[in-house]
């Protein structure tokens, strides 16, 4: 069995009720029942959602410590944690994939979403598609 962490920033736990002219009706165990039923057999999902960058962060050293790939959507740390950054680069150049995703668009939306201190250090970014955007980066993982 091989896992995928799939790791959520803040307000990502209000996904449903939040924006859903942005971010579609449903939640986040919508999401986690949609990857587990694309996610090839043997791959097991594990998705988390925290509120908390330190939390976050501790995640990222998991991922690590465990060689385990991870899809990633930062939320608003996206736009300005450096702290996250960093982490992330951790998980790259130890050889571990992660892929940013977003489920809505960043650069059609407001101006402070058109930077990610994130992409750089990504493997890659996959953005508006709504869910999709995390089944995507299940396929680039070759898990989907
Ligand atoms: C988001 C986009 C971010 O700008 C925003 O802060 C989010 C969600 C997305 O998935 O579209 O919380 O990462």
Redesign the pocket.
């Known amino acids: 069995m091989s896992r995928v962490l799939v790791l959520n920033?803040?307000?990502?736990g209000r996904l449903g009720s939040r924006e859903p002219d942005?971010?579609g009706a449903q939640d986040l165990s919508a999401l986690r029942a949609l990857l587990a039923e694309r996610a090839v057999e043997g791959t097991e999902i594990d998705l988390r959602q925290t509120d908390d960058e330190a939390e976050l962060i501790h995640w990222l050293y998991e991922a690590v410590d465990t060689s385990t790939p991870v899809i990633l959507?930062?939320?608003?740390f996206?736009?300005y944690s450096y702290a996250l950054s960093d982490a992330a680069k951790l998980v790259t150049k130890a050889g571990i994939p992660l892929i940013e995703?977003?489920?809505?668009?960043?650069h059609a939306?407001e101006e402070f979403?058109h930077t990610s201190v994130i992409s750089s250090v990504a493997t890659g970014t996959i953005?508006?598609f709504g869910f999709d955007?995390y089944v995507l980066a299940l396929v680039a993982l070759g898990q989907g």
């Open positions: 920033g803040p307000n990502l942005v971010y959507n930062p939320a608003a996206t736009h995703v977003h489920i809505s668009n960043p939306r979403r953005a508006g955007s």
